[in-house]
């Protein structure tokens, strides 16, 4: 199964838990390209006591996770691409969301 997930908040608890998902999905031989929209753009940044969304992204992209973030939301937040938060466009956003055999929205 190929799975789509867009990542369009910055709750911490939220981001770790959707880059679980994705992670586990890879794990079990799935597909996975991961969108971040909006606030999600902030996800590699986020901190918490208990959860670690950037450990679980960063195991994400270690495990060939196709990952990316929208350049327009990360201009306007003054955010520099990066390898958890590649420049893309909504055009690459379509593209996952018509890859995938699933779309999750994590917001």
Known sequence: MGLGLIVETNDPEK???????????LEDGHSVEAFLLGDGV??????HPKMN???AMRKYALND????????????????SGKLRPRATMSDCLAVVENADKV???G
């Open 42 to 47: 902030e996800a590699p940044d986020l901190e």
């Open 104 to 106: 999750l929205t994590i």
């Open 65 to 80: 996770g196709e990952l990316l973030a929208c350049g327009t939301c990360l201009d306007s937040r003054d955010l520099e």
């Open 15 to 25: 981001v770790w838990n959707g880059f679980r998902l994705a992670n586990t999905a």
């Open 53 to 55: 969304p950037r450990s």
